[in-house]
């Protein structure tokens, strides 16, 4: 789970989100990253099918959400290193994840490795974040 500081933060500088979005944000917020798939997720926003979320999370501007997941967990455990020293081994673990998946899965959406995320700390990793969903965003709305 974030710390209310993230959570608060995303709010903020994520202002467009419809509230459908921002509900799918802050699900993963809260759960790590975890809302199961797009087909299952679908019909508890009211939707009829995965292809309507996609469409409805890239018209906010916001990437799949399968990246959107990575990129939550991935904040929230950055956030959760810097608060306690834990390693991302350790905080995989604890999710019941498996550590090389994640160091991977974190390389893979955010393009760097997790001790540069570490180093970079998370405010900025956050607008590292916000960029994307910017650019993310902009190439949408030029489609």
């Excluded at 710390?3 to 921002?22: E, G, I, K």
């Excluded at 994840?97 to 760097?112: F, H, L, M, Q």
Aim: glycine letters at 6%; aromatic letters at 6%; proline letters at 4%.
């Amino acid at each position: 789970m974030c710390a209310p500081w993230l959570v608060r933060q995303l709010h903020l500088q994520l202002p467009r989100l419809t509230f459908r979005s921002q509900a799918v944000l802050d699900g993963l917020l809260l759960t790590g990253g975890s809302l199961g798939t797009a087909e299952t997720l679908a019909p508890l926003l009211g939707l009829n099918n995965r292809f309507q979320l996609a469409r409805l999370l890239r018209k906010n501007g916001l990437p799949p959400l399968h990246e959107l997941a990575v990129w939550t967990r991935s904040l929230a455990w950055l956030q959760q290193s810097e608060l306690t020293g834990c390693s991302l081994c350790h905080l995989a673990f604890r999710s019941k994840r498996d550590p090389s998946a994640c160091y991977r899965e974190i390389k893979r959406v955010t393009g760097r490795h997790w001790s540069e995320l570490r180093d970079l700390g998370t405010s900025r990793v956050l607008v590292l974040f916000l960029r994307h969903c910017n650019a993310f965003g902009s190439n949408v709305n030029s489609h």
